[in-house]
């Protein structure tokens, strides 16, 4: 029900992080936030809407009110009981698109950030970080990329309850300060849609078995043990199956892990995610992944979505 109409000219910005979903077994339920971010900034109007994108995915993204930042604004109003005439929304893109990194997760994180913003400034509540994860995860499903970039960090999500409308949920996880992250981003995309329906309808009971004891392994070793990366992040029930769809990052992988990185593929690929004790990668699994076509970059834990209230940041 809407309540109140948010005047012209009011102006917020929010910024977002990338992340990597799974980590080997922690399939649609372990989330790391990545220090890589978009920017998003909205003005106000009496009417229309203006969307422009710089960056990533700038000439593949819609324009229009399709755009997954105006669909998760009109979604976060909605929450809130306000509506806008009309928008200027301005994306400056980092993340990349279709390579497992959250990309969308980010763009409806922001877009209901940019709502936190604007409704602050009419002295209107806020969403809370509880509805944050719960109205983002909505779009996909699944709340562990979304879950990431609302808390940054590492995170642990799950779904309660069934039927039209589950509950989302969330908690934080303290990263263990001696892991370093590195990500491997092909030039290659590739679609979860595409990737989710080679997986079985149906898995053993050791498989099952398997991927429990390892999902737990990797709380412990995220948090308490980095020594037990390359046993927790041992996958049997995603990985495998997709590989085929991606064989240069199943190859990578697999070279990685045989040089002792616990390696695994962020989301649902292609790109790589690596979790180590060591300040850099092994020279050989670095001049790999040059040589086939992967940026090898470090990164750092990312933060939580953050908003801002007045004029836009963006030029």
């Known amino acids: 029900m809407v309540t109140q109409s948010l005047p012209a000219g ?32 909205v003005e106000t109007t009496d009417s229309g809407l203006t969307v422009m994108v ?20 009109r979604h976060g109003l909605r929450a809130v009981g306000a509506q806008a005439g009309g928008l200027v929304v301005r994306c400056r893109n980092a993340i990349p698109h279709s390579r497992g990194l959250g990309s969308s997760a980010a763009a409806v994180v922001g877009g209901l950030a940019i709502v936190n913003g604007l409704v602050e400034q009419v ?31 590492a995170v642990v999500s799950w779904i309660d309850g069934t039927g039209d409308r589950p509950d989302y949920a969330a908690v934080p996880l303290r990263l263990h300060p001696d892991i370093h992250l590195f990500s491997a981003i092909p030039e290659e995309q590739s679609s979860t849609a595409e990737t989710r329906v080679l997986l ?3 898995v053993s009971h050791d498989e099952a078995r398997f991927n429990i004891s390892r999902v737990a392994l990797l709380v412990v070793a995220l948090t308490q043990r980095p020594d037990l990366l390359m046993p927790a992040t041992e996958d049997a029930l995603h990985q495998p199956q997709r590989a085929p769809a991606m064989p240069a990052s199943a190859e990578y992988l697999r070279l990685l892990r045989r040089h002792n990185v616990a390696a695994t593929i962020s989301g649902a690929g292609p790109a ?13 699994a670095v001049e790999y992944g040059a040589a086939h076509g992967f940026t090898v970059t470090a990164m750092t834990a990312g933060d939580r979505v953050r908003w801002s209230e007045g004029v836009a940041t963006i030029d």
């Open 54 to 73: 710089e960056g990533e995915g700038a000439d593949q993204v819609p324009l229009g009110p399709e755009h997954l930042v105006v669909r998760a604004i």
């Open 200 to 202: 079985p309808a149906q």
């Open 272 to 284: 790589l995610i690596t979790m180590t004790t060591e300040p850099e990668l092994p020279s050989e």
């Open 10 to 41: 009011l102006a917020a910005s929010a910024v977002v992080a990338a992340s990597s979903a799974n980590l080997g077994p922690g399939f649609d339920s372990i989330g790391l936030a990545l220090s890589l971010y978009d920017e998003i900034a």
């Open 123 to 153: 002295d209107s509540k806020p969403l809370s970080e509880a509805q944050l994860i719960q109205l983002s995860s909505e779009f996909e499903g699944h709340p562990d990329n979304a879950a990431a970039a609302v808390l940054g960090g």
